[in-house]
């Protein structure tokens, strides 16, 4: 198993890079998100790996973070969703888009990548919501110790969340809706539940 690749970036494909490392240059495949994110070329890069064994290839599957990896292994845990069709699916959503994505039923916006049909969309929701918090779909993004005090756990963003699903929109709703508010220090959990129902209203 190869956990990650750390060298040199050799070349750019239109689907995959070349890194070099220890006199080897290794072919790895990786989505499209990834380009507008990696050094120049020559310049030290480290990708965090899938080995895929078939009987007809070896493939190696790379990200940047080791995060947009474990949404890969989840994606590829979804029965109908392959490695190719997963790194289809992160081109075109972020890790942190299709989080949001999953847990607001986004089927439609899951559907929209190549390969990917409205019962395979709603495939991936079906085995990936019990998984993801939504939480974790609102405060993507942040890191935990850069968070900003109102997205912490008792802090406003928190509490308007919780009003939201309190007047009966479901919890990845009551997420993406504050998600989509611009918040600002000076902002109450009161004008954030405003801003939130404002833009559930246009929904």
Request: proline share 4%.
């Amino acid at each position: 198993m190869i956990s990650y690749i750390r060298g040199l970036l050799a070349e750019t494909l239109e689907d995959a890079v070349v890194v070099e490392a220890g006199n080897v240059g290794y072919h790895i495949f990786v989505p499209a998100s990834v380009f507008k994110s990696l050094p120049g070329l020559g310049k030290e890069v480290k990708i965090y790996t899938y080995f895929n064994v078939r009987e007809d290839a070896v493939m190696l599957f790379g990200f940047l973070a080791r995060a947009d990896l474990e949404m890969f292994r989840q994606l590829i845990g979804v029965n109908g969703v392959g490695p190719k069709s997963a790194m289809g699916l992160l081109s075109v959503l972020s890790p942190d888009e299709l989080k949001l994505a999953v847990v607001s039923s986004d089927a439609k916006r899951i559907a929209k990548a190549p390969g990917i049909g409205s019962k395979t969309a709603q495939r991936i929701i079906l085995d990936l919501k019990d998984r993801i918090k939504p939480e974790e779909a609102l405060y993507s993004g942040f890191v935990q110790d850069e968070r900003p005090e109102i997205f912490g756990d008792a802090g406003p963003g928190k509490e308007a969340t919780e009003a939201l699903t309190a007047l009966g929109y479901s919890a990845g709703e009551a997420a993406g809706a504050v998600k989509k508010v611009a918040i600002t220090e000076g902002m109450t959990a009161e004008d954030i539940l405003k801003a939130a129902l404002k833009y559930l209203a246009f929904l």
